[in-house]
């Protein structure tokens, strides 16, 4: 399905947010790979593709390390330094965030992924963050260019649809707990 995807003058960023499997990572990474692809001259998976010259900063599928003696929280917020640093030069950044902080718990997760995007939008910065933690949603009433989209799943006859079609707003339901039924665990 396809979707329409703009970051431009007043709105900077999308909090994407949905239920597992629904196509929040996978919006994610075809908003990436198209932005590299595009300024390389090479052709991309678009209708239509407009776009500035810009630095792509991603922080999707961090792990933990047990080679550097590095878990998967300090990981993460390396790179969120890394794409910080990036952000201050002269190129723009289109930031690439996936499950932010999702590695801590959610008192530090909404202080944390808050700070973070309104440095980077500070910095002349746009882009995504997906999640499932909905606290993190709130970042869009505070003013600062924010759209909150998410994605959604339906129940039908005990099998889970995708429509993989970006809406406005919040996602209203999960499908965690009917994931885990579906394949035999007793919750």
Do not use: C
């Not at 991309?44 to 599928?61: C, E, P």
Request: charged letters at 20%.
């Amino acid at each position: 399905m396809p979707n329409s995807v703009q970051l431009e003058g007043e709105q900077r960023a999308w909090i994407v947010s949905g239920s597992n499997m629904s196509g929040k990572s996978t919006l994610m990474r075809t908003i990436g790979i198209n932005a590299v692809l595009a300024q390389a001259g090479a052709p991309v998976r678009a209708k239509a593709l407009q776009l500035s010259a810009l630095q792509v900063g991603g922080s999707i599928r961090v792990g933990d390390s047990l080679r550097q003696g590095m878990s998967g929280f300090y990981a993460e917020i390396h790179r969120f330094r890394a794409i910080l640093d990036l952000a201050s030069e002269a190129t723009p950044v289109l930031f690439l965030l996936e499950e932010i902080l999702h590695t801590t718990n959610s008192h530090d997760r909404r202080i944390g992924a808050a700070a973070l995007v309104k440095s980077l939008l500070g910095r002349g910065a746009i882009g995504l963050v997906t999640t499932h933690d909905l606290v993190i949603t709130s970042l869009a009433d505070e003013g600062l260019g924010i759209r909150n989209v998410h994605f959604v799943d339906e129940l039908v006859d005990g099998e889970i649809r995708f429509d993989y079609t970006v809406r406005d707003g919040v996602v209203q339901r999960s499908n965690a707990v009917d994931l885990m039924r579906e394949i035999g665990l007793d919750v």
